[in-house]
Nanobody, 123 residues
Framework: QVQLVESGGGLVQAGGSLRLSCAAS????????VGWFRQAPGKEREFVAA????????DYADSVKGRFTISRDNAKNTVYLQMNSLKPEDTAVYYC????????????????WGQGTQVTVSS
C-alpha cells in the first residue's frame, strides 16, 4: 500500500512557476512509477507527466513538454513536478498517482491516487 499526498499548489500569474510535490508513505516507494494528472472544471482528467521507478524514464503530455519537468527523490519518497511558463489553461486540480507499471500510470489506471492540489493561473 502507498499513500500519496500532494502539495505546492496555489495561485500564480501567467508566466510564473510552481513546484508540486507528491509525498509517499508506505513501503518500497522506489518500486512504483509515479505520474501527475490534472482535472479542470467540467473537463475529464488528463495525463500530464510520469516517471519510472528509477527515474530514468519520463513521459509528458504534448501540452506541457518543454515547460514541465518531473523528477523524483527516492530517498525522500517524493516526486516533484516543476511547472514553468504557466498558462491560464494549466488551471486544474493536480493529482499524483502510483503503480508498479509505468504504462499503467500513463494510461490512468494506477492503483494509488492522492487527493489533489489546486493550481490556479491568472491571466
Amino acid at each position: 500500500q502507498v499513500q500519496l499526498v500532494e502539495s505546492g499548489g496555489g495561485l500564480v500569474q501567467a508566466g510564473g512557476s510552481l513546484r508540486l510535490s507528491c509525498a509517499a508513505s508506505g513501503r518500497a516507494f522506489s518500486s512504483y512509477a509515479v505520474g501527475w494528472f490534472r482535472q479542470a472544471p467540467g473537463k475529464e482528467r488528463e495525463f500530464v507527466a510520469a516517471i519510472s521507478r528509477g527515474g530514468g524514464g519520463t513521459d509528458y503530455a504534448d501540452s506541457v513538454k518543454g515547460r514541465f519537468t518531473i523528477s523524483r527523490d527516492n530517498a525522500k519518497n517524493t516526486v516533484y513536478l516543476q511547472m514553468n511558463s504557466l498558462k491560464p489553461e494549466d488551471t486544474a486540480v493536480y493529482y499524483c498517482a502510483a503503480d508498479s507499471l509505468f504504462r499503467t500510470v500513463v494510461s490512468g489506471g494506477a492503483d494509488y491516487w492522492g487527493q489533489g492540489t489546486q493550481v490556479t493561473v491568472s491571466s
